[in-house]
């Protein structure tokens, strides 16, 4: 399978060179040349496999022959085995036709763990056939970095540098960045806000000098590698609930906009997905985006779902790529108006393509709080604060009354203890692995969000340069 740019100027011969690259060249996202399909009969075959074999089947179209197939069956194996679910994403009822899918079974207890797990097997691989290594950095507004770090501590072939914006993560999604003791994995708090690491990020990949010195590679859901493995879990869950013979509804809490794309991607090869719902915070730019066609960057407001404090929603992107047709000269002028201005107008045809699909909700703090509050007491259910976001969203989007809507759980509670004890009275606790991680010492570089300080330091203290490949 080939993959193009978002941006037309580049494209990578297969799946390993695209996940290699993390971000396409000329600064655009990759994307599969064309979209593998799951037929009706397909679909309904993938009723009563595992989640490993589903994965199986659903990714190996996306990889073609870059991997070899019994390879790919190892690697899905492994990863998978490290859940702490046998089901790997349990669905839970809720209300008649309301299901959580819990995705935070995962050792870092967030939905990273999914792809996580798979991409640090994968990139290990490619690497390992080219005899080469790689400079991870990634930018986290708390989840992906403890994810990342967790997957690729002590991994020969890799070093991680993962970004946070220093004093806005939870203390636990610190913690899980700043104890791990391997040395090829380094956690930068940065003095500014998920947007501008993830800025430094990106602009560190348009550094062709820099991207060559170091093997440049990335883990954020601009890699291709990521969306593909958080594409299973909409086909595992929709197929529990009926699939093919029966539409499901999505609500997902959105911040990056890679889970949700996840989401479109498995609708787009043929999973009956009714609605996409895109759960927000009070940072809203996706929600402003679809009600007034314009995408526009404001001040980033700290929440109680951190994770989700985000403006410029990487993948959006790629959903503005296909809803216009494969248009990519109109996504480089929507991308210089971001650059230059903070802003762009989307046109109508694009819009009604997309709204065609998605919606999206605001949901602000009372509403979570209140969500959180209210799932406890109905239903029994300890959600926290980003997964609440997505089932308070579920609820007030629209609907057929007959479509069951899975809303997604992307975090575990205990990652969120305070916010949680705030609306719910309960103080939750971190699982046995973990339970002594506030007792850890802690081991970190606070930089300001200068980019060319960021890159000095990363050259300091990668053991990966072209001259140690
Ligand atoms: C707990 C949690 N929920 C939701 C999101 C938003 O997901 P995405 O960035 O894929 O839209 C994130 C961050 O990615 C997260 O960590
Ligand atoms: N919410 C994310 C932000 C980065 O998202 P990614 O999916 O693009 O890695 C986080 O928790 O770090």
């Not at 990759?30 to 009969?41: A, D, G, N, T």
């Not at 996840?262 to 985006?289: C, K, S």
Request: hydrophobic share 45%.
């Amino acid at each position: 399978m080939r993959y193009v740019s978002t941006r037309g100027q580049a494209s990578a011969p297969d799946f390993a060179e695209a996940m290699l690259a993390g971000l396409a060249a000329d600064g655009g996202l990759y994307v599969p040349e064309s979209w593998p399909r799951l037929s009706r009969e397909e679909i309904a075959g993938l009723a009563g496999l595992s989640y490993a074999q589903v994965a199986e089947r659903v990714i190996a179209p996306f990889v073609g022959a870059a991997i070899d197939r019994a390879a790919l069956r190892d690697m899905i194996g492994e990863a998978y085995a490290q859940f702490r679910h046998p089901a790997v994403a349990p669905l839970v009822q809720i209300a008649p036709n309301d299901f959580v899918l819990e995705l935070s079974h995962g050792p870092s207890l967030a939905f990273k763990d999914v792809a996580m797990l798979l991409l640090a097997r994968l990139m290990d691989h490619a690497l390992a056939r080219r005899g080469s290594r790689a400079t991870i950095v990634g930018a986290t507004s708390g989840d992906t970095g403890g994810a990342a770090i967790e997957a690729f501590r002590g991994r020969e072939r890799v070093d991680v540098f993962i970004l946070y914006p220093h004093g806005r993560v939870s203390d636990v999604q610190r913690r899980q960045m700043t104890t791990p003791t391997e040395d090829n994995v380094h956690a930068i708090a940065v003095e500014g806000t998920f947007d501008d690491c993830q800025a430094i990020v990106k602009s560190l990949f348009a550094d062709e000098a820099f991207r060559r010195r170091v093997a440049l590679s990335g883990v954020n859901s601009i890699n291709w590698a990521r969306i593909v493995a958080q594409v299973v879990y909409y086909v595992t869950s929709a197929v529990a609930l009926g699939a093919p013979h029966r539409p499901v509804g999505f609500c997902v809490p959105t911040g990056n906009f890679g889970d949700i794309f996840a989401g479109w991607v498995a609708r787009r090869m043929g999973l009956p997905v009714e609605r996409l719902v895109i759960a927000t915070n009070v940072n809203d730019i996706l929600a402003r985006a679809l009600a007034h066609g314009r995408y526009e960057v404001r001040s980033v407001i700290a929440t109680m779902s951190p994770s989700m404090d985000i403006q410029v929603s990487s993948n959006f992107e790629r959903l503005l790529f296909e809803a216009s047709g494969r248009d990519a000269a109109a996504v480089g002028r929507w991308m210089d108006g971001l650059r230059q201005s903070g802003a762009f107008a989307i046109d109508p045809a694009t819009l009604r393509e997309i709204t065609g699909v998605f919606s999206a909700v605001r949901v602000d703090e009372a509403s979570c709080a209140a969500t959180m509050g209210g799932l406890l007491r109905e239903a029994g259910y300890l959600a926290d604060p980003h997964t609440a976001i997505g089932i308070a969203a579920g609820r007030l989007a629209p609907r057929g009354p007959a479509t069951p809507m899975i809303a997604l759980s992307t975090a575990h509670p205990a990652k969120f203890p305070d916010a949680v004890a705030a609306a719910t009275g309960l103080r939750p606790a971190l699982p046995d692995w973990l339970a002594d991680l506030g007792e850890r010492p802690e081991r970190y570089d606070v930089l300001p969000a200068d980019r060319d300080a960021i890159a000095r330091h990363i050259l300091r203290s990668t053991r990966v340069t072209v001259d140690a490949i």
